[in-house]
């Protein structure tokens, strides 16, 4: 059998390499038969005003406000009150757009009326036009820190400031054991309505991890009749996007799909029921089920909207284990 | 004797029509001669910022980059974020424009960090290039109230939200009881250094009345040897700039430069010493003479940058009461 027409399925994703994959999902299926869930670990407070950089880029993504060049941010975008700032001697590294920061002070109105981010989240797809259900991992704030071999930083430092150049020693999710699941997505997980779970090829350590360590929610998911679909975000040895590879090499990791397997089967033992690679990678089909996840070997690469929709067609399709 | 060469000027202004008053008189005088208090009673905090429109509107004059045309704001200012932000159905009514917001942003950043509005404000007018010293009135929060047929309206309501509308029974300044006047302001005061003190032609009420009610600041003025030189808001029965004349005649007020004379006559007896009316006023020289303000009769209507400077020397010259 396959795996959606019986059921919704469930996405977990970072930012811009997972949200392609989301929207070739969301072009495939019904709205409400998907469902994603968002890390909302890089998400900070700058200039007074909360920023979830991943779930922004999903909804500019879906919404089609996405800027395709940068690969974040809104497109035509201006940058007007940055230049302000900068006239002013005000920190400028975190490039927010002048319609970006419409959204940044939206969200803080809504979230200082007491709404929660779930709500808040909610409540800009639909403005913004989008019939997907998207949930942040949690309302609790989650901050990822990386440890680095100049010392710890917040993500966005990390990851904009320093443009990812400090070598990773490893990862801190500052609130994660306080955070309470997205409850919604936990009922997703506990009910029958859900026939697969996919993990885009967002980033291992920085995107999936901070969803998976929630608590509960990665043994949720484990125990969810869904079948889980993981898509390599590492083709040929590279990241598409982002610093995985680069973080891999600094961890000692082998900068490999091979090593994304085992980063998945080490920390998440009987979650991932497919694993997704490129067909670049095909050679490491043996090793890979060696570790024991069942592989399956596709075009993962996501330039076109073709692209998207084809890759979300397989992870969709894949036969169920 | 004239007041100007011999020592130092202060200015009381509140936005618009004052500032212009400011711009004359910053070309007239050496930068360290002239310091200026402003208004911070139409000050509030909108989409999560801190929005001080007299302590802008005179910084953005002074600096040159005010819009001549709409009076407030920035000249070639863009409106992106609003835009954004009104997509998303937020709120609208207060025109933030784009680098104005960064000017909000920035403010909101340094008052985070503990620095006090006149700390804040003294770095903005640098970093704008400014040499006039510029002082907000008191650092604490003092806010105007409107209290109209229609209820109490917070001022930026009454004034921009409902464009001044609603007739006005009277004024409340929040806060005005425990604020204290800006410390560098007294001392100028009970200091031998001022030799006059300019009311600017800025709005009785809303304007000038929440700097003098700042407890102690109105008795330092009159107390003070520096002779104080009102010049009216109000021309031919009008108001240039603003709902001055609109609210006198809803307050059973005549709206006019007598009407004016006697608001500052009744409320701070003795504080000015030299009353400057429009020529178009000048028939009613002798009944304000009557109230007991010595008049001057001059040519107050700013339109051109000359204008202003003419008032402004003007203001300068005044022999002495």
Redesign the interface.
């Known amino acids: 059998m396959t795996g959606a027409p019986d059921g919704k399925i469930l996405a977990l994703t970072g930012g811009v390499g997972g949200a392609k994959l989301v929207l070739g999902l969301s072009d495939e299926l019904d709205a409400q038969a998907l469902q994603v869930v968002v890390n909302t670990g890089d998400d900070f407070e700058h ?3 909360p920023i979830c950089p991943d779930i922004d880029t999903l909804l500019y993504t879906l919404s089609g406000l996405a800027n395709p060049e940068l690969g974040w941010g ?1 497109d035509g975008e ?1 940058w ?12 400028t590294w975190f490039r927010l757009g ?6 940044h ?2 969200r ?2 809504q979230l ?1 009326q007491g709404h929660s981010l779930s709500q808040v989240t909610r409540e ?1 797809a639909m ?2 036009g989008i019939e997907v259900c998207v949930y942040p991992m949690t309302d609790d704030p989650v901050r990822t820190t990386v440890i680095t071999e100049q010392g710890e930083l917040a993500f966005q430092h990390y990851f904009v400031r320093e443009q990812c150049e400090p070598a990773v020693n490893g990862f801190r999710f500052e609130g994660i054991s306080g955070a309470r699941p997205n409850r919604d997505v936990l009922s997703l997980l506990q009910g029958g309505s859900l026939s697969r779970v996919v993990i885009c090829p967002s980033n291992p350590y920085v995107s999936v991890d901070p969803i998976l360590q929630v608590p509960g929610l990665w043994l949720a998911l484990r125990d969810s009749p869904a079948d889980v679909v993981l898509v390599s975000p590492i083709v040929a040895g590279r990241a598409l996007k982002g610093p995985a590879a680069k973080m891999m090499d600094e961890l000692g990791i082998p900068a490999t799909a091979t090593g994304v397997a085992e980063h998945y089967q080490n920390r998440y033992p009987g979650l991932v029921d497919h694993f997704v690679i490129d067909e670049s990678d095909a050679t490491l089909v043996s090793v890979i089920e060696e570790i024991g996840l069942a592989t399956a070997v596709t075009s993962t690469v996501m330039k076109s909207r073709e692209d998207k929709q084809r890759l979300a067609r397989f992870c969709i399709e894949l036969e169920s284990a």
């Open positions: 200039l007074g005003l809104i201006t007007h009150v940055l230049d302000s700032l900068e006239r002013l001697g005000g920190e002048d319609r970006d920061l419409g959204t002070l939206w803080r109105e200082s800009l403005r913004l």
